[in-house]
């Protein structure tokens, strides 16, 4: 039996795990014996005072506040308004402050996001919303957010008032880029827009928190084509996006597909399953290879013109072809005869210039060019992204401040993702990056899923979001994407519509593209024994003993954190069973199930049995609350039936 405690994956711990698990012998007690590893490294160890090193003041704050666990959680809000398509969505909205969000995660998308893209405050003054507070985030947080009573703390950090905004702005960003790498896949890659304000820190974080070995490049972008006028010396026209993978990619990791009109131009012939190719001639065309040099590349193979076949045989009305130039000069193959019997279906016969030539068939398909690390393509405009939001909101007016362009946001998931990958933005502002996803998704018949993290930050009371009825940023962001669907959706169905049959087997079915999405808001956890700063006087401890969850909390609350607890995907499927008016809750089709019911007994353990068969799920887990019992015979007993359907001893949880 185990026992669930209130906090989420411990990043501590777990480097601790993972060096002891490299070098046992310096873990006394469970704590690091630092001489010793000093010693194992030998002179791999830099000490010296004097050195290379990137740091500013409360660098070690920012990196220790990356390391606690979060004491929060995320709630779920499935009501209308709030998420859409809850029951069949995989796509995430998650409102709150990003760190906290990020710290939650931890478990549940270690090593699964392929893609990130953000774009944090730029730090051009006052556009960072709070100060990090070391002590207790949630509080801090719901503070901001107008959540709780505070004494006002909205400490916008600008230039103006405060001459550590560089420190501020890195501060701000160590941690959160420190648990955003450990959510990357091994293959994955993040993005990161910034301008001339920050970017020589973006770089020097970036280097320190992903390695300088897995810098990729980065890109400068056309942004603006006029200019800033008000800029002092030079009208800027340009911003950058810095790029970095998890671990080192081989090369071309990052190209993308040729476009269809470009692959039809390089590739001007088509075979008979409609495969696009183009003729690269056989004989090898570098004059310094031929018969003297590689006699194993200079052989016959036969033609028969009549019925345009090949052979390596000379059989009769087969015609000899030699590697040999119009002035007589004996060349080679570039395929040996060995390769040549194999693919001789890939091969072609053509008569040019009066006389015979071979051919290999060059196919399009995974055709492939490499990005410039300019990108002046006026579809990445900013002025781009902010039609698009005026068109959906069918509005004159700026209803977000500079959201990219989502043509932009398409070609960098292009770059690294397949067709089923995660997509995370945790400064998603108004959503670009959703939109982008559902458009390619939409393309491609890819199967992308995203997660947007937002702090529902007010809106200015005098800006046009405010008038328009969003009283926070996170309002704009999910209505955003509401819209996008269905405008993305209604153009799919128009399309699919006017395909042949033949197209429409390559296309998405528009019924088929999720245009729904999750909402989850953090909060404190939904746990009263999970929450710090408790009993206070005995009958606050009896109270909880009596009522186990904050008030105004639902079950459902605690199930959702009870799955990023256990590391479960939020999308998982969360289906609700009756025994005798007690709600067992099947995550994930019965590999997880959850009764926070009283008065447990046997009924449940057999209902428990029922689902796992009914799914066929090889191993399972358990959880109740350890007051569900009313006497210890009933916990043994139910224990027991469960370990009969194969529960492990470990895999019967309490709280
Ligand atoms: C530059 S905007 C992103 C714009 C976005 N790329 C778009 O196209 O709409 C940065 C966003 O990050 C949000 N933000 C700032 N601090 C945050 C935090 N700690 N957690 C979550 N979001 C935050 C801001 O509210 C803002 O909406």
Excluded at 485 to 504: F, I, P, Q, T, W
Aim: proline share 3%; with cysteine; glycine share 6%.
């Amino acid at each position: 039996m185990s026992k669930l405690n209130g906090e989420t994956f411990n990043i501590e711990a777990n480097n601790i795990e993972k060096l002891t698990e490299l070098f046992p012998e310096i873990n006394t007690d469970g704590k690091i014996d630092f001489d010793k590893l000093k010693q194992i490294l030998g002179n791999y160890v830099d000490d010296a005072d004097e050195r290379y090193k990137f740091t500013w003041n409360g660098k070690g704050e920012a990196l220790r506040l990356s390391q606690t666990p979060s004491m929060g959680t995320l709630r779920p809000a499935k009501e209308e308004g709030e998420s859409k398509n809850w029951d069949d969505t995989q796509n995430l909205y998650i409102e709150g402050d990003n760190l906290e969000v990020l710290k939650l995660l931890q478990k549940s998308y270690f090593n699964k996001v392929k893609m990130i893209y953000i774009d944090p405050p730029y730090n051009t003054g006052g556009d960072f919303v709070y100060k990090d507070n070391f002590k207790d985030n949630i509080q801090n947080y719901k503070k901001v957010t107008g959540q709780v009573d505070g004494e006002g703390n909205a400490t916008t950090t600008n230039r103006e008032y405060s001459g550590r905004y560089h420190t501020d702005w890195l501060n701000m960003m160590y941690p959160r880029l420190r648990l955003a790498r450990n959510l990357l896949t091994d293959d994955g890659v993040i993005f990161i827009s910034i301008d001339d304000n920050e970017s020589h820190n973006l770089k020097r974080v970036c280097d320190e928190v992903f390695g300088e070995s897995n810098f990729i490049t980065q890109i400068t972008t056309l942004c603006n084509p006029r200019g800033r006028s008000q800029d002092k010396y030079f009208a800027t026209n340009h911003e950058y996006i810095f790029i970095y993978s998890k671990t080192e990619l081989p090369k071309g990791a990052l190209s993308v597909l040729k476009e269809e009109s470009q692959i039809q131009k390089e590739y001007p012939e088509v075979d008979n399953q409609n495969r696009r190719y183009r003729l690269i001639e056989l004989r090898n065309t570098h004059i310094e290879f031929g018969k003297h040099n590689r006699p194993n590349l200079f052989f016959p193979i036969y033609y028969d013109p009549e019925f345009n076949k090949m052979s390596m045989e000379n059989k009769k009305d087969y015609i000899p072809i030699y590697p040999i130039w119009n002035d007589g000069f004996e060349g080679c193959w570039t395929w040996d005869r060995e390769k040549v019997v194999n693919d001789l279906e890939h091969l072609e016969v053509r008569m040019v210039s009066g006389s015979w030539k071979v051919y290999r068939k060059n196919y399009a398909e995974g055709s492939v060019k490499m990005l410039k690390t300019i990108f002046a393509d006026n579809l990445y405009y900013t002025d781009k992204g902010q039609k698009v939001i005026s068109e959906l909101f069918d509005t004159r007016f700026k209803i977000f401040e500079s959201p990219k362009s989502v043509s932009l946001i398409k070609q960098l998931i292009q770059t690294r993702c397949g067709k089923n990958d995660i997509i995370l933005d945790f400064f998603a502002g108004s959503s670009s990056s959703a939109h982008a996803t559902i458009e390619l998704n939409a393309e491609d018949n890819g199967n992308h899923k995203y997660i947007m993290v937002q702090l529902p930050e007010e809106t200015d009371k005098k800006s046009e979001a405010y008038k328009a009825g969003y009283e926070n940023i996170a309002e704009i962001g999910k209505e955003r994407i509401r819209r996008a669907g269905e405008k993305v959706k209604d153009e799919l169905k128009e399309k699919y519509e006017n395909a042949s049959n033949e197209e429409r087997k390559e296309m998405k079915h528009p019924d088929d593209l999720d245009i729904g999405f999750k909402v989850f808001k953090l909060d404190s956890s939904n746990i009263k024994a999970w929450n710090p700063g408790k009993y206070e006087n005995i009958q606050g401890a009896i109270d909880d003993a009596l009522t186990p969850y904050v008030p105004g909390r639902t079950e459902e609350d605690v199930v959702y954190e009870l799955m990023l607890k256990m590391g479960l995907d939020l999308t998982y499927s969360v289906e609700e069973f009756d025994v005798n008016d007690k709600v067992i809750y099947s995550i994930g089709y019965g590999f997880l199930m959850i009764c926070l019911a009283d008065e447990i007994d046997v009924s449940v353990a057999e209902k428990m049995t029922e689902i796992k068969e009914a799914n066929d799920q090889q191993e399972f887990r358990a959880i109740f609350r350890d007051e569900g019992f009313i006497t210890d015979t009933d916990k043994t007993n139910v224990k027991e039936t469960l370990r009969s359907a194969g529960l492990a001893e470990e895999s019967f949880i309490t709280l």
